[in-house]
């Protein structure tokens, strides 16, 4: 009984750290693509630039709004 316990212990917490790197992972993930499409923008011109960071920032806005 021991190690069914155990085993089902180590299931929780594989769930949820996975789920805590996907929350973390979805926060974190906008900003190194908003850096990649600045660098970008010093060749395209700003317009583009200004409507593609909105793009990516919108979905992690509506997954907070969600909850």
Known sequence: MGKDIKRRNLRIWIISGTSF????????????V???????CE??????CDISREIQ????YKFFLSD
């Open 21 to 32: 790197l996907l929350l973390t992972g979805l926060v974190f993930l906008p900003i190194p």
């Open 34 to 40: 908003t850096v990649t499409t600045s660098s970008s």
């Open 43 to 48: 060749v395209e011109s700003s317009s583009n």
């Open 57 to 60: 920032w919108i979905p992690l």
